[in-house]
């Protein structure tokens, strides 16, 4: 089995401020003592020069921890008369590692297809940003039982514009959109039978990119079901929302992936 170090990123969407990143940095400093996990913070773009500077100010102290930037959305355009859009290239300048691609929120708000999100996957990787893929059914697909269609489609669009090897530098994150935000959450079971799937679909093509790639899950995580949802043999960690925003349960969902 591939050693495959968990993660566990912090989506702030338009929440959070320059406070928050300094609790969250202080918090750090006395518990993340090793690098067993890898964290990141996805704060919203105003505040990644904030986060930067804790980073290079916090090195000393974090003792080894991984702790790593990352933006929540990007352009698939390189430059240009886009306003308001952020390029790679300008992430990349800003620190970032990650950025987060197709979330289920800018798929659905404002309507970015698959084929928009293929695009921004590669223009992630054109910069050497490590794109964090989110795919995930909607609560009538589940129902109707259309879960593996529906995220085999949104694998299979990027694929066929990048290539099945795109993903040796990509993380994915399962988000059922029936629990986004919603308080509700997979079970455990639920989780690792998609993510198993994820992987079985991405090791049809290539066993290596199958068996290593990150598969983190995002919907509703908390401490409380975050330690059951991260034992499973599938299941990398998460992408959490809510919790990102509180520095105590954040830390604790990092520590529980330290030890999953």
């Known amino acids: 089995m ?10 702030w969407k338009m929440n959070g401020n320059s406070a928050l990143a300094e609790e969250l940095f202080k918090k750090f400093a006395t518990k993340l003592q090793n690098d067993s996990a890898e964290v990141v913070l996805c704060p919203p773009s105003i505040y990644l020069e904030s986060v930067r500077q804790l980073l290079e100010a916090n090195k000393q102290t974090l003792d080894g921890a991984l702790v790593r930037m990352g933006a929540q959305n990007l352009s698939q355009h390189d430059f ?9 290239q300008m992430l990349k300048d800003s620190g970032c590692r990650y950025v987060i691609i197709g979330h289920s929120e800018r798929r659905r708000m404002y309507g970015e297809t698959s084929n928009i999100v ?11 940003l490590t794109p964090i893929l989110c795919v995930g059914e909607s609560g009538p697909a589940r129902e109707a039982r259309r879960t593996f269609e529906v995220i085999a489609e949104e694998l299979d669009i990027v694929i066929e514009k990048n290539g ?3 993903f040796d530098n990509a993380i994915i994150a399962y988000e ?16 690792q039978e998609v993510h198993a799937f994820i992987r079985n679909r991405l090791s049809e093509v290539s066993p290596f990119i199958g068996e290593n790639i990150r598969i983190l ?12 949802i991260f034992a499973q043999p599938d299941v990398d960690g998460g992408l959490i929302g809510g919790a ?3 520095s105590t349960e954040f830390l604790s969902l990092c520590t529980i992936a330290m030890s999953a």
């Open 118 to 128: 293929a695009e921004k996957f590669a223009a992630a990787q054109k910069y050497g």
């Open 80 to 88: 240009g008369a886009y306003t308001g859009e952020i390029s790679g």
């Open 2 to 11: 591939a050693l495959r170090r968990p993660m566990v990123a912090g989506n």
């Open 244 to 246: 990102s925003l509180n």
């Open 217 to 228: 899950y995002g919907g509703s995580v908390t401490p409380n079901n975050a330690a059951d």
């Open 176 to 191: 059922p959109l029936w629990a986004v935000g919603t308080g509700k959450s997979a079970t455990p079971e639920q989780a």
């Open 164 to 166: 099945t090897m795109a």
